[in-house]
């Protein structure tokens, strides 16, 4: 019998999906649903992508994406504080306005990624 396992990967969605104010909604009250605080949470995304992930992760046309220890730094702007985490939240009670500048893309991939990993995609 095959292992379908290995045949699995995650992609993530598209810039045209990633950058749009019903992702950052959306990802807003998955976030929001998690209840822990903003290192609390920042902990969470750190345990779906390094004790969780065990399959490849590729952009959408099968660009290859490196899971590397530095990654949620990066995508944070080697911040420590994560204070987004908490930002992010308030778009559950005001919706956002625009749609998310290019340099939260990295960090809403990630996130993208993370609830795809626990089988619980941003839907919308």
Known sequence: ???HKKAFVYVIAPV???RTKELMYQTALKINALKR???GTTDWLHVRLFEELD??????YGVHVDIHRDIIDEAYGWTDEF???SDVKKF????PQRKPNWHLM??????DL????????IKF
């Open 1 to 3: 019998m095959p292992d």
């Open 16 to 18: 045209s999906r990633i």
């Open 37 to 39: 605080s903003r290192l």
């Open 55 to 60: 399959v490849p992760v590729y952009k959408p």
């Open 83 to 85: 204070r987004w985490n």
């Open 92 to 95: 559950v009670e005001k919706y």
């Open 106 to 111: 990295p960090r809403l991939e990630l996130w």
């Open 114 to 121: 993370a609830f795809k990993i626990m089988n619980d995609p």
